[in-house]
Antibody, heavy 123, light 107 residues
Framework: QVRLQQSGPGLVKPSQTLSLTCAISGDSVSSKGAAWNWIRQSPSRGLEWLGKTYYRSKWYNDYAVSVKSRITINPDISKNQFSLQLNSVTPDDTAVYYC?????????????WGQGSTVTVSS | DIQMTQSPSSLSASVGDRVTITCRASQTISSFLNWYQQKPGKAPQLLTYAASTLQTGVPSRFSGSRSGTDFTLTISSLQAEDSATYYCQQSYSLSRTFGQGTKVEIK
């Protein structure tokens, strides 16, 4: 059974960097049949896809235009996890953040999700 | 970015009713359309993928269909436990996008 376990601080100061980690069990971050996503949700934005990382003989990343200048998603093969870094945060980045697996076999529908991390941006 | 427009934004129906939710893509996405159910305080759960394939373990009263760039999620006989918000999401482009959601309430 695949599980995703999220970790990271719940409070970040404005202008600082938001960092979250998603630990994978039951699958591999290097799987050629999966993509590893970050999504966030807030009342004002609804569900917003932020980006993904995936391995297809080399590593690829795709990011949403809305955060492209501020976001980095990195795989960590040694720990079988992937991370989200969002720079220069503002209160508008306050949201529940999720990691999720997109599976090629299910048309990249996101079939496994982390538990969610509530992140508040405030001084 | 591909825009996904859902309708209605909310609906109220009785147990046993047939419920239909629509999602329209701003451009062709072939059949790369997924539907999710989300209950309060929980992560979204995949219901269908590739427009019409039911995810393992999802009740057969849920079904999806496609007509061009219009997609439909149907609940054939609404149950009390189906009270939730439903989202569509396209996986056609490298940059994924979600619809704004449809809240389904039980009368």
């Amino acid at each position: 059974q695949v599980r995703l376990q999220q970790s990271g601080p719940g409070l970040v100061k404005p202008s600082q960097t938001l960092s979250l980690t998603c630990a994978i069990s039951g699958d591999s971050v290097s799987s050629k049949g999966a993509a590893w996503n970050w999504i966030r949700q807030s009342p004002s934005r609804g569900l917003e896809w932020l980006g993904k990382t995936y391995y297809r003989s080399k590593w690829y990343n795709d990011y949403a235009v809305s955060v492209k200048s501020r976001i980095t998603i990195n795989p960590d093969i040694s720990k079988n996890q992937f991370s989200l870094q969002l720079n220069s945060v503002t209160p508008d980045d306050t949201a529940v953040y999720y990691c999720a697996r997109g599976l090629a076999a299910s048309s990249y529908g996101m079939d496994v999700w982390g538990q969610g991390s509530t992140v508040t941006v405030s001084s | 970015d591909i825009q996904m427009t859902q309708s209605p934004s909310s609906l109220s129906a009785s147990v046993g009713d047939r419920v239909t939710i629509t999602c329209r893509a701003s451009q062709t996405i072939s059949s790369f359309l997924n539907w999710y159910q989300q209950k309060p305080g929980k992560a979204p759960q995949l219901l269908t993928y590739a427009a019409s394939t039911l995810q393992t373990g999802v009740p057969s009263r849920f079904s999806g269909s496609r007509s061009g760039t219009d997609f439909t999620l149907t609940i054939s006989s609404l149950q009390a436990e189906d009270s939730a918000t439903y989202y569509c999401q396209q996986s056609y482009s490298l940059s994924r996008t979600f619809g704004q959601g449809t809240k389904v309430e039980i009368k």
